[in-house]
């Protein structure tokens, strides 16, 4: 499989869902976060649009997602997230084991993806992931595992304040198993507001002096699964 190149239409796919200003229902606003959706056209189910401010810059916010080190730490709907293969320094693949959520109703689900880092004009940076077939990761009878279609995050200056940043992040991911499409689309929106509530909280930890002096981050999962 040519990695690179299924990660760079990826990034496109996310700048296009981030251009498509068309057929988006909001879902829930909480803590100043937006979650948006509408049905995705890659499986029967929803392609959600999440947007909030992280008081960070874009260069800072970027490379504290993109990078695996230490996401569990403050993603807390991850158990396990970590680089399995360096493709460049902007392509990686990440296996990702999530947390049970939903009070236990949804179990957790294993997910192996494609993560890719894009610089565009404007210091805009995107962040894409997809799921892909890793032979060194096969599915395991421990886990159910889902797919992530084209999900991402598009970081960019706020316009009002550019040491601040804009964080829109797309998510469609495919539980699989035996879920009911209800149950995904009543605890997804909550799940999605707390993943930008825990990054702005881990960043703003490693700003502190406590914290460990180097940026971290990489995902959703890239999310949330």
């Known amino acids: 499989m040519d990695y690179k190149a299924l990660a760079q239409e990826t990034a ?7 251009q498509d200003t068309t057929g988006w229902k909001v879902v829930k606003t909480s803590k100043k976060i937006t979650v948006s959706s509408k049905a995705s056209k890659k499986f029967h189910g929803n392609l959600y649009r999440v ?3 992280i008081p960070e810059s874009t260069t800072n916010l970027s490379d504290f997602l993109y990078k695996p080190e230490n996401r569990v730490t403050w993603d807390k709907a991850l158990k396990v997230y970590n680089m399995v293969h360096r493709i460049d320094s902007d392509t990686c693949i990440c296996h990702t084991i999530t947390q049970s959520f939903a009070m236990g109703s949804i179990s957790p689900r294993d997910f192996v993806d494609l993560v890719y880092f894009k610089r565009c004009e404007g210091n805009m940076d995107i962040i894409s992931s997809n799921s892909v077939d890793f032979p060194a990761y096969p599915p395991s009878s421990n886990y159910v595992r889902g797919y992530n279609h084209a999900c991402g995050y598009i970081c960019s200056p706020l316009q009002e304040n550019p040491a601040h940043s804009k964080l829109v ?5 495919e539980m699989r198993g035996k879920l009911s499409p209800s149950i995904i689309e009543a605890t997804m929106p909550s799940n999605l507001v707390s993943f930008i509530l825990n990054a702005k909280d881990g960043i703003k930890a490693l700003r502190s002096p406590s914290g460990c002096g180097h940026h971290q981050g ?8």
Request: no cysteine; aromatic share 14%.
């Open 51 to 53: 947007e909030g401010v």
């Open 169 to 173: 992040m797309f998510i469609q991911t």
């Open 12 to 18: 496109l796919e996310i700048l296009g869902y981030n």
């Open 218 to 225: 990489g995902h959703s999962s890239f999310l949330k699964n």
